[in-house]
């Protein structure tokens, strides 16, 4: 009886220190945008945003301020590993993930605006020089 205990008691150490592997992987990004292009032409206002390839499941790029830009993987933080948990719209400064319901404040460095998400967007850093926004990790 004591040894099935035991037994019960380790599985169930084993079993809660697996990991589930659903978190958003690290991925390398350097990629330059040349924001006099004509197709960068929505992101020179401040508050807008737009997606581009790159990171996990897309880049979001968010002109915050003058000359400064934040940078956010698409992919969403609340169980990052499902094929639906991506930021498919941007309403303002508002990323919503239509797989889950959350929604991120680009505004506030990606952070969780409500449920089931409580972890922020994966930023990027990123410099500009002129008109040529570099974003790496």
């Not at 997606?51 to 940078?71: D, L, M, P, R, V």
């Not at 309403?91 to 972890?119: H, K, M, R, T, Y």
Request: include cysteine; hydrophobic fraction near 35%.
């Amino acid at each position: 009886m004591k040894t099935t205990k035991l037994l019960c008691y380790f599985m169930l150490i084993l079993m809660s220190c697996s990991d589930s592997n659903d978190y958003i992987r690290n991925v390398y990004v350097n990629i330059d945008i040349d924001l006099s292009l004509p197709q960068y032409s929505e992101i020179n206002t401040i508050g807008n945003s737009m997606f581009i390839e790159g990171g996990n499941k897309g880049i979001i790029i968010y002109h915050y301020s003058n000359y400064e830009y934040k940078i956010y993987d698409r992919n969403c933080s609340y169980e990052p590993s499902l094929n639906c948990s991506y930021i498919d719209s941007i309403n303002s400064s508002i990323a919503l993930c239509n797989c889950c319901s959350s929604a991120f404040l680009l505004d506030q460095e990606g952070s969780a605006a409500n449920s089931p998400a409580l972890l922020p967007l994966k930023q990027y850093n990123s410099s500009l020089n002129n008109t040529l926004l570099h974003i790496f990790n």
